[in-house]
């Protein structure tokens, strides 16, 4: 092969690995970009699985407000009313006002409310007239959300009204759809409704790895929320773009090999034209190669003039006898050579 094959041969190689190094790149970041869009999908979906049941809190107090406070301020029935909302989510019910006794309707043992709300939350409930949600609250070896809004009577700042929630309970559904999809988890609210620190309230047995969150906030005055979630067996996009990229390597490896083939089969028939036609001996055109060139030449240029020179070497052949062959040989080289350097081409 000659110089040309090779420069030929590094071009296809560099256009196949710039091509090849593209298409493991895109697939990555394909096999990626899908993926966490795939987390992030997931992630909406579990958090649409319990914000009915912030909502279902907020009526929950707004009902026990409604019922049990008189417009005076009086609280009335708050037993009896407290029963008849409870079900399998609340852990209690309660009312804290500013004066007078607190009154509490506890589900599953005592729990302390009153000492357990957050003065800051407190005076931004009052403040924003707004329902807050507190937690994480561990009472007897279980975890509760404490959600309270405040209670105006007569333009007054009565107090708050709350329920109290089992956490686990409360994300039921939300844990149950991330299990069955196959995704470990993380979910966490903020501090404060102000706030943009994250405290963790529940999570699965196995980590978060490299997890994608999804936050909301149901208003502007409410506290946000974040779920982390990650596939439980890890992400699988790296494993899958090094089957493609081995895949893209050994066709282009393939590919290479085919080309090499083809520009050495090329170069081969192209030596066999020339040694059809050039003299092997002297490097010039052979009786063959002349005639093609000249009739190549008459097509192109029909009605320009040419000169056809014949030559002779005088004794060549007593030269040949006196001096040998291989003299003979280099006499013609040096010919052809000179005959070569004057014509023009």
């Known amino acids: 092969m000659q110089k040309r094959d090779y420069c ?41 699985s319990f914000m009915p049941d912030l909502s279902w809190s907020e009526n929950i107090i707004k009902e026990i407000e409604r019922t049990t406070i008189s417009a005076n301020g009086q609280v009335n029935d708050f037993q009896g009313q407290a029963r008849q ?12 006002p500013v004066k007078g006794q607190r009154q509490d309707q506890a589900q599953s043992g005592k729990i302390a409310f ?22 994480e609250v561990k009472v007897g070896g279980k975890s509760y959300l404490l959600a309270y809004q405040p209670v105006f009577r007569q333009g007054k700042y009565w107090g708050l009204a709350g329920v109290a929630v089992e956490t686990k309970a409360f994300f039921y559904a939300a844990q149950q759809n991330l299990q069955q999809v196959g995704y470990n988890y993380q979910i966490l609210k903020s501090k404060t ?19 994608v969150s999804y ?8 506290s ?19 089957q493609s990229s081995t895949f893209a390597a050994i066709l282009m490896a393939a590919i290479f090999l085919i080309c090499v083939l083809l520009v050495r089969w090329f170069a081969h028939i192209r030596q066999i034209k020339e040694e059809a036609t050039i003299d092997s001996l002297t490097g010039i055109y052979n009786r063959l190669g002349f ?45 052809a050579k000179s005959l070569s350097q004057v014509a023009r081409k």
Request: proline share 4%; net charge positive; with cysteine.
């Open 85 to 96: 909302l409870a079900n399998n989510y609340l852990a209690g019910e309660y009312l804290i």
């Open 215 to 222: 936050s909301f906030q149901p208003d502007a005055k409410c």
């Open 114 to 135: 009153s000492t357990k709300v957050n003065p800051r939350l407190a005076t931004y409930a009052q403040k924003q007239k707004a329902t807050v949600f507190q937690g």
């Open 291 to 335: 005639e093609k060139k000249l009739r190549k030449f008459i097509e192109s240029k029909p009605n320009s003039p040419f000169t056809v020179a014949m030559i002779d070497i005088d004794d060549f052949k007593l030269f040949n006898d006196l001096y040998g062959h291989q003299v003979g040989d280099q006499v013609l080289k040096q010919v």
């Open 224 to 242: 946000r929320w974040k779920i982390v979630v990650s596939p439980a067996g890890g992400w699988t996009y790296r494993q899958k773009a090094l």
């Open 8 to 48: 030929t041969l590094l071009i296809i190689f560099g256009v196949l690995l710039v091509g090849t190094t593209l298409f493991i790149k895109n697939t990555y970041r394909c096999y990626e970009q899908k993926q966490i869009a795939k987390g992030e999908k997931v992630a909406k979906i579990a958090a649409t």
């Open 193 to 211: 409704p102000t706030s943009k620190q994250f405290q963790l309230l529940m999570q699965s047995q196995e980590k978060v790895t490299k997890g």
